[in-house]
């Protein structure tokens, strides 16, 4: 079986679709936003040259208020572009602009993202958001693989996208399932419903070129599964295209359904052949901690903030099981009135309404912030610190997202038990 992917992959991973999402989340008030791609290679003297005649075209923009942050964006990309010599080897992106922070405020900010893959496009746009579609497209998973479950009745049709199962196409066919006919008018029906059989497994392996064809470079294989012999026939008999022929996973799979529940099931048999797909690395994992959890006494798992955290600083986690979609910061205070520091856990969302609420300590002045810092960042640091392996769980598959409901996102298993803590119980039961 592959091994999972290494930390540094993991995390680079997670902090890149983090900045992404921060970036998402910028609405300005009008078309103040600046998205700039510089591809590698380009001559920043070019770009240079371009931004300055931007700068003087945006002088005519009526709105006073968005002359201003328009000219001020573009005055402080072009003092972004300045400090390179050269675009990186793999370009880099700029998002500039004024973003609005409600009651017709707004606050100036700055992204620099030096992207993974390589970009292959020269691009300004002034928008009210931020364009992201170059970056976007290389979020990602690894692994492609093409889905296909059908009998006589119906095929559907369907992507494995590293642990996700996206359902595409689903065609219900015209064969009848059985005649009444006898005599000779037992043979013509016959002939008809072949016939019926033949164009639904033409028609079927159409769906399959249209979809698989365009991603042939980067399908790492085609599943094929059914009931019966239904689909022994329609992958020797050639309905597929040669190259997706190519692809098929031999052998093929017995299942009971041909319908969205039926690629579920493709994937679960499949498991059997192809040991090393992600998602049941990771469905295995989930399975494990969850089985540690209903031990009752000395089992070798921990969940919530406190019994995770206490666990790293332990030494005592063999596997950290963090979700992808978790998107939370580590957040310093200060009590103004008593000078007593602490530290909370909060949503994103949160932060500025607790740096604005009463403090907690005394009651009375807001606290003052002294440092943020990601929370699923420092789960990593602390993991690499004690030896333990992390695991990023997918917030869109099954365990993923009971992960994230029931155990806040973030959960261990343990290389040895631990005294078990009064912490609370999921808030969602645990499948027995």
Known sequence: ???????????ARYTFQRKLDEIAAARGRATELISLYVPPGKQLSDVMAYLRNE??????????????NVMWAIESLMGRVRQFKEA????????????AVGADKSVPVTFIVEPPEPLNTYLYRCDSTFFLDPLLDMVHEPELWGLIVIDRAEVTLGYLRGKRIEPLRNKQSQVPSKHGRGGQSQHRFERLIEHAAHDFFVRSGEIANELFLPK??????????GPGSTKDFFVKEGFLHYELQQKVVQPLFDTGYTDEYGLKELVEK???TLHGLEIHDEK????????????????????????????????????LLVSEGL????????????????????????????????CPKCGGSSPDVVSEEDYVESLFQK??????????????????????KAFGGVAAILRYPLPRKSVSRPSSPVPG
């Open 383 to 404: 993991a690499s610190d004690s030896g333990a392996t992390v695991r990023l769980i997918s917030a869109e598959s099954e365990e993923g997202e009971m992960l994230s």
């Open 1 to 11: 079986m592959p091994a999972a992917a290494e930390p540094d992959t993991q995390l």
């Open 216 to 225: 042939k470079e980067v399908l790492k294989g085609i599943l094929v599964g």
């Open 88 to 99: 990186p080897k793999n370009g880099v992106a700029f998002f500039v602009g004024s973003k």
């Open 270 to 272: 499949a498991n059997q």
């Open 327 to 358: 998107r939370k910061k580590r957040v310093r205070f200060r009590c103004p009135s008593t000078g007593e520091e602490f530290t909370r856990t909060l949503a994103d969302a949160e932060v500025d309404k607790a740096a604005s609420a009463p």
């Open 284 to 319: 295995r994992l989930v399975q494990r901690f969850l089985t540690e959890v209903r031990k009752s006494e000395a089992g070798l798992a921990a969940y919530g903030e406190a019994e995770v955290l206490g666990a790293l600083d332990a030494g005592a986690v063999d596997t």
């Open 55 to 68: 700068y003087a075209q945006s002088s005519n923009i009526k709105s006073r208020t968005t002359r201003k």
